[in-house]
């Protein structure tokens, strides 16, 4: 069976290096506007967007070469948020939506991700079929010259994109009197969420808002809080939004400056929802990584929990499955279906923000809702042609790690699926058992890979 190029959240590596290449990104572009093209006979639209990576520049110009070769029209959007193509990609009545992204990892890295004409990630199916036709070398068939593909800009996505998620945020209540520092990640939002915001009411302090190409996640957006704690505090303001490179997760920081994570922001909706009558499938969707602590609220409230692999594509299938309209990951990629096709940070900072406005009350009294069980989580990075899981060394550690926890918390031991990393996770009702648990190992773990 062909190896597929996508992971959990499209193609991702390092930039200039395979698959992360001018060629491969021709190739694939390629390969998938003629999957689109075999559709029907009409003209076709293919859009790009961006996030701030210098080897954006390099990407995007092998991507529109690919597609116009084949005979498909390309708009490119410049720097813009994912879920702002996949929007974007549905409302231009797109066939394919494409965004140049790793999202939260460093400058370094880069990815592709793609999306249908209903603004979905594309299926496994057809990710498989993509990886095959690039892997494979089959050359696809050229457009003759009078029927290559054309590329322009659009020129009004920024403004298209603001007044969706202004439209989002409920009739009647306005962000005046609110201070918010909101951290951009150097990234693809550097412009659309502070300018939401305002327009909203609120008096904003935007930071990380100066990309230059090599700073996106450095330091500073949803991976890295502490830029924003420290200027929530010092700046008196009541709340903190932080970003990540694409936008598609949020993290909050409330007026002491301390972080609540994506499981206390799905508590907070989910619940507001629930008293609103507007959650739907009697709970929400979340993946393993989530909190105890969650699944004890919702219980509270009659309402489920529902788990999945790690991944927003696992929890997005599993929402349109069951007909859930809430779901997201503890690292803060949050799903609103009723309004998006995939996870929006700003999107959901705005459901955040109307739960403040309309209780009153301050972002640390509102928005931790429940408390969770401890939960340490450590990473091993490991080397190409590693398989550390699969060294008995580290099975029989595992082994002892699921017995120490048996009866009062969970282990969680997995391969990241964006990065080369081992990620050790163990929660319980005491502290003490799951630090030792996690730390033993990390210990065996790190030495298996480090021999």
């Known amino acids: 069976m062909t190896q597929s190029l996508f992971g959990t959240d499209g193609i991702r590596g390092r930039a200039n290096t395979e698959p992360m290449t001018a060629v491969t990104a021709l190739k694939v572009a390629m390969a998938a506007g003629s999957h689109f093209l075999s559709t029907s006979p ?10 701030t990576r210098l080897s954006g ?3 995007e110009p092998a991507l529109v070469s690919g597609l116009t070769s084949v005979g498909m029209d390309v708009i490119m959007l410049g720097p813009l948020p994912t879920p702002a193509v996949a929007m974007l990609t549905r409302s231009m009545r ?45 050359m696809p068939i050229l457009a003759p010259p009078a029927k290559l593909g ?3 800009r659009l020129g ?55 990309p230059d190409g090599t700073n996106i996640n450095r330091e500073c957006g949803a991976t890295h809080t502490s830029l924003l704690q420290g200027q929530v505090v010092a700046h008196g303001a009541h709340i903190g939004i932080a970003l990540d490179g694409d936008a598609d997760r949020l993290i909050v920081v409330d007026e002491y400056g301390q972080v609540i994570d994506g499981d206390q922001l799905m508590a907070l909706i989910a619940g507001q929802w629930h008293r609103e009558d507007r959650l739907a499938g009697g709970g929400l969707v979340a993946t393993v990584m989530s909190n105890m602590g969650l699944e004890r609220y919702l219980e509270g409230m009659k309402l489920e929990l529902r788990r999945t692999k790690v991944g927003d594509r696992n929890v ?12 997201g990951e503890q690292s803060g990629h ?3 279906t009723d309004y998006a096709t995939t996870g929006d940070g700003l999107l959901a900072a705005l459901q955040v923000l109307a739960v403040l406005v309309s209780s009153k009350q301050p972002v640390s009294r509102v928005a931790r809702v429940f408390q969770p069980f401890p939960q340490i989580l450590k990473n091993v990075r490991f080397k190409t042609g590693q398989a550390p899981l699969e060294e008995d060394e580290v099975k029989t550690a ?45 210990a065996v773990v790190e030495r298996v890979v480090t021999r």
């Open 42 to 51: 009409r003209r076709h639209l293919a859009i790009i967007g961006k996030d």
């Open 57 to 59: 520049y390099m990407l």
């Open 94 to 138: 797109a066939d394919l939506g494409i965004m140049i992204s790793a999202s939260h990892n460093p400058f370094e890295d880069n990815g592709i991700k793609l999306f249908g004409p209903d603004g979905y990630k594309l299926s496994d199916e057809l990710e498989m079929q993509i990886s095959r036709a690039v892997l494979s070398n089959e």
């Open 150 to 152: 054309r590329a322009r």
């Open 156 to 210: 009004d996505e920024q403004g298209r994109y603001i007044e969706f998620v202004k439209n989002t945020f409920p009739r009647g209540l306005v962000l005046d009197g609110l201070k918010i520092v909101v951290d951009c990640a150097n990234g693809a939002a550097y412009k659309v969420a502070p300018t939401v915001l305002r327009e909203l009411g609120a008096e904003v302090i935007p930071i990380a808002v100066t």
């Open 316 to 327: 997005l299938e599993e929402m349109r499955r069951d007909g859930f309209n809430v779901g």
């Open 334 to 336: 949050i799903i609103l």
């Open 398 to 442: 595992i082994e002892s790690a699921e017995h120490a926890l048996k009866g009062t918390g969970r282990l969680l031991i997995r391969k990241s699926g964006t990065e080369p990393l081992i990620r050790i996770m163990a929660e319980g009702e005491d502290q003490s058992v799951v630090t030792d648990v996690v730390d033993r190992l990390f």
